[in-house]
């Protein structure tokens, strides 16, 4: 099993409002270039989702729960598919996208029962829960040639030094695509 971040992030390291669907300053960052870079199975996950289990903060899988059903080709069908665990506190509810349930106790408690491997997209609280733990193996990032100079960092203020190799990079339009794994 392992734990796999994926995510867009600006030059500066921020993930705040990629889409412009939480209406910031600077939002929508990831579509400066045109959508074309950013569609598709562009974090390589394939087989994995078939495999593994989507993790989702609560306010990432309501998003995607608008965005994902009403979709069609053949990665938004990977992605419908896929079994998808939602964090919360709050969410009691999650039909609004299949294969979706409550994970049920602690966060960390959870990730390192998981048999399968983990994928978590969006969700920086999680994510940065899962650094504080030390739990990630891998991190799947698409930089955008843009400087926020404000918002949430992948890796926030004060996270453990952490010794990353790359595995894989390249030029995606723009855009720079990059695996990063424990070294």
Not at 19 to 46: A, I, N, Q
Not at 125 to 152: C, F, K, S
Request: charged letters at 20%.
């Amino acid at each position: 099993m392992s734990v796999i971040v994926i995510g867009f992030t600006t030059l500066d390291g921020r993930v705040t409002d990629p889409d412009g669907s939480d209406g910031t300053p600077g939002g929508g960052w990831m579509f400066r270039h045109g959508p074309e870079h950013v569609s598709g199975d562009k974090f390589r996950l394939g087989a994995t989702l078939d495999d593994g289990v989507l993790l989702l903060g609560r306010r990432t899988w309501q998003h995607f729960a608008t965005l994902w059903p009403t979709r069609d080709d053949p990665f938004s069908t990977r992605m419908n598919a896929a079994a998808k665990l939602v964090a919360t506190r709050t969410l009691t509810d999650t039909s609004a996208w299949v294969n979706s349930r409550l994970l049920e106790g602690d966060l960390l408690t959870a990730v390192k029962a998981e048999q399968r491997d983990v994928v978590v997209t969006g969700s920086v609280g999680v994510v940065h829960q899962l650094i504080a733990a030390d739990l990630v193996d891998e991190y799947r990032i698409l930089t955008v040639p843009v400087v926020l100079g404000a918002g949430a960092r992948l890796f926030p203020d004060g996270a453990s030094a952490a010794d990353l190799r790359c595995v894989q990079a390249e030029q995606v339009g723009p855009m720079l695509y990059a695996r990063y794994r424990r070294s």
